[in-house]
């Protein structure tokens, strides 16, 4: 991408074609950047949709983390969103900064539908893989006020869980409520509030140091608060009375240690 006047930019493809105009939204990450923090803690999935030939999943319930045992270096789940009594998305995600393959990803996700689901039948309608940095460092540059950045690169993700869709739709509710009025910002990154950059480090602390006692924090932060509340949390969206009401019933000796110990991940 690149300026050709004061209110156009040019897209060059790789295959050669080009196009204008006087906005242009991207997001597509500056490896360069991120290749700069090669030990940051990444997110690496690989999911598969499936149909069973018998009925296994319970169409209102989703499971949100199935823990494997967790080892050294990494944190590793399962989770399951259903769409009826035999049809899912089954998704493998491990926390980890070391490079794992796809392939031996997919034998887990095949070990888990064959043992744990107790289903050998079943048919795979999608996949879906990637890696999504977990990390409160921005990689992104703002080349000039006419390319807005969305999703990760504009601030979106969650770093503490990778999540990245809820925050997406509100920055992009607020980009289109500027357009219309037209009073576009020159860089309308998404603006988190400082506090949640903070919490977000404690737990990528434990994460990359102690990922063995992550499991725990996350079963204790559902246990002990309201689903609603916890995710209302996650997405960002409590005061900091709330946050201290539900964050005051969690056991505390983990914090601590990651607090004493805390860095920017």
């Not at 940095?133 to 807005?148: D, G, V």
């Not at 209302?232 to 056991?251: G, M, V, W």
Request: negative net charge; proline residues 4%.
């Amino acid at each position: 991408m690149e300026e050709i006047e004061q209110n156009s930019v040019i897209v060059r493809t790789s295959l050669g074609n080009v196009y204008s105009g006087k906005k242009v939204f991207n997001s597509i990450p500056d490896n360069s950047l991120i290749n700069l923090k090669s030990n940051i803690l990444r997110q690496v999935f690989v999911g598969w949709k499936i149909k069973t030939k018998n009925s296994c999943f319970e169409p209102d319930t989703a499971v949100m983390m199935d823990f494997v045992n967790p080892e050294e270096d990494k944190t590793d789940f399962f989770y399951i969103l259903p769409f009826s009594e035999n049809e899912a998305l089954v998704e493998y995600t491990a926390f980890t900064t070391q490079p794992i393959e796809f392939d031996s990803m997919e034998c887990e996700i095949s070990h888990f539908i064959q043992e744990k689901l107790g289903q050998d039948i079943y048919e795979i309608t999608f996949r879906e893989q990637g890696s999504i940095p977990m990390t409160t460092f921005q990689f992104a540059s703002q080349q000039n006020k006419n390319i807005i950045n969305l999703g990760s690169i504009a601030g979106c993700g969650k770093p503490s869980t990778g999540y990245t869709f809820h925050t997406i739709q509100k920055h992009c509710q607020t980009i289109v409520n500027d357009l219309e009025s037209k009073l576009m910002k020159d860089n309308p990154s998404w603006q988190r509030n400082f506090r949640f950059g903070f919490y977000d480090n404690i737990i990528l602390n434990i994460a990359k140091k102690w990922p063995k006692a992550l499991p725990k924090v996350f079963f204790n932060l559902f246990e002990k608060n309201s689903g609603d509340d916890v995710l209302r949390f996650l997405n960002e969206e409590t005061s900091l009375k709330e946050e201290i009401k539900l964050l005051s019933r969690l056991k505390f000796p983990i914090f601590i240690k990651s607090l004493i110990h805390y860095e920017q991940h």
